[in-house]
T-cell receptor
Framework: GQNIDQPTEMTATEGAIVQINCTYQTSGFNGLFWYQQHAGEAPTFLSYNVLDGLEEKGRFSSFLSRSKGYSYLLLKELQMKDSASYLCAVRDRRYSTLTFGKGTMLLVSP | DVKVTQSSRYLVKRTGEKVFLECVQD?????MFWYRQDPGLGLRLIYFSYDVKMKEKGDIPEGYSVSREKKERFSLILESASTNQTSMYLCASSKQGPRSDTQYFGPGTRLTVL
């Protein structure tokens, strides 16, 4: 099975940098995903890591350490529209199913 | 552009009714998934399908069934709706393969069972 932990809530200021951590225990790891979900909307894909290291995509970066069962999502130059829930998800090796963490609600204030 | 659609955004049903939630994707994806999302519990997998007429139980299949008669369509069925099935239901699809793509989500159906 999978067990995924991430903080419930975080707050940050516009223009700042925030790091959202995710730890996981899994029996068959095949990649880690980050999704963004605004209130009342569907999750949208942000990033994907399957090898150790940092993946950068504009203002967003994601890091993975498979040996530590650890990932983080880094958001730079925060904007008000970044206020959303951020979901960490681990993919199963056999069926490509995703197990999601409970999500981190990020509130960006002026 | 990638598209996953769900038949209703909001649905209100009564206890004991049979409920059908429909999901259609236009990306020729092999895999399709049904989740429910509840406050404090996150997204939980109900059922998934990796091919036409194939289905596999997810983490919380009790009280639900599914149907996949065509590749593009995946239906979630609540045989006898109960109040504890009030939730947001999200459908998703993805390609198959070892480096398969991410899952793409539909807009969700908010189901209320009275």
């Amino acid at each position: 099975g999978q067990n995924i932990d991430q903080p419930t809530e975080m707050t940050a200021t516009e223009g700042a940098i925030v790091q959202i951590n995710c730890t996981y225990q899994t029996s068959g790891f095949n990649g880690l995903f980050w999704y963004q979900q605004h209130a009342g909307e569907a999750p949208t894909f942000l990033s994907y890591n399957v090898l150790d290291g940092l993946e950068e995509k504009g203002r967003f970066s994601s890091f993975l350490s498979r040996s530590k069962g650890y990932s983080y999502l880094l958001l730079k130059e925060l904007q008000m529209k970044d206020s959303a829930s951020y979901l960490c998800a681990v993919r199963d090796r056999r069926y490509s199913t995703l197990t999601f963490g409970k999500g981190t609600m990020l509130l960006v204030s002026p | 552009d990638v598209k996953v659609t769900q038949s209703s955004r909001y649905l209100v049903k009564r206890t004991g009714e049979k409920v059908f939630l429909e999901c259609v994707q236009d990306m020729d994806h092999e895999n399709m998934f049904w989740y429910r999302q509840d406050p404090g519990l996150g997204l939980r997998l109900i059922y998934f399908s990796y091919d036409v007429k194939m289905k596999e139980k997810g983490d919380i299949p009790e009280g639900y069934s599914v149907s996949r008669e065509k590749k593009e369509r995946f239906s979630l069925i609540l045989e006898s709706a109960s109040t504890n099935q009030t939730s947001m239901y999200l459908c998703a699809s993805s390609k198959q393969g070892p480096r398969s793509d991410t899952q793409y989500f539909g807009p969700g159906t908010r189901l209320t069972v009275l």
